[in-house]
């Protein structure tokens, strides 16, 4: 309320991120305070109980509807960005949907461009590379690297392939013991330092394909450099530019990276 009495201060409405509850107190009655000075409307949906899934919106727990109809009854006449997962139908919603954007892998993009009878926008696929120096913590990347990877495997940003420095070759099962069901495809170097520390069901050889291959799955590429020179490389000709990260405790390599990739 304190915000929404500021002059020239708009907002965005962002639904179905968190859960409300003041008691006594309707959701839908606090948006009173913020009519007028809402520019933009990103609506997205979840499950009953299940806050980390996604629903159709109208199909899961959030109000959107009810939320909208008083939005629109108030004047709103911007722009309302719908956030689906499996909706195949909006693609040919004429005269309804103005534009489709695809965010996730190659299949996705394909089947949106392919199908699509509304204007749609196509993005690009995403090869996923953290390096891992010489001198980064090892809990700190594990954290890291097991959150790129596991969180959310068949989004456009999950990691694809970890590259680690030589020198921290033995530290590579304790960087990956977290990868539950994870099948890796290591390199010659790799291989050797996860052999007998990595279920042996789930441990590959790289082939030159497993690099620049965007998984969308419980599958994970690594590579052994000697220098962050070589890591630098190996990404400039493998990756598609969409996200990167590097795991280090020194500044100027950090910067390097950051200005390089």
């Known amino acids: 309320r304190y915000f929404a009495a500021i002059p020239d201060l708009n907002f965005a409405l962002d639904t179905g991120n968190v859960m409300y509850s003041d008691r006594g107190t309707d959701i839908l009655e606090e948006f009173e305070y913020f009519y007028g ?136 099962p304790s960087l990956l013991s977290d990868m539950k069901g994870v099948t890796l495809y290591a390199d010659e170097r790799s291989y050797a330092a996860l052999e007998g520390g990595y279920p042996a069901e789930l441990l590959k050889r790289a082939e030159p394909s497993s690099f620049g291959t965007e998984y969308m799955d419980y599958k994970l590429s690594v590579r052994c450099v000697d220098s962050i020179r070589e890591a630098l490389d190996h990404i400039e000709r493998y990756g598609s530019g969409h996200s990167e990260a590097i795991v280090t405790e020194d500044s100027d390599a950090a910067s390097l990276f950051r200005e390089e990739v």
């Open 37 to 172: 000075k809402i520019r933009h409307v990103h609506v997205k949906d979840h499950p009953a109980g299940d806050p980390q899934g996604y629903a159709l919106p109208g199909e899961g727990v959030v109000p959107n509807e009810k939320m909208l109809r008083r939005l629109f009854l108030q004047g709103y006449d911007g722009w309302v960005t719908l956030e689906l997962f499996d909706a195949p139908d909006m693609l040919e919603a004429v005269g309804y949907v103005d534009l489709v954007i695809p965010r996730g892998g190659r299949r996705l993009i394909d089947f949106v461009r392919d199908n699509a009878k509304v204007p749609c926008i196509e993005t690009g696929a995403g090869v996923v590379y953290t390096y891992f120096d010489r001198s980064a913590a090892l809990e700190k990347g594990r954290r890291i690297v097991t959150n790129a990877k596991m969180r959310r495997v068949s989004v456009c940003n999950a990691l694809d392939c970890l590259i680690v420095h030589s020198s921290r070759l033995e530290d590579l």
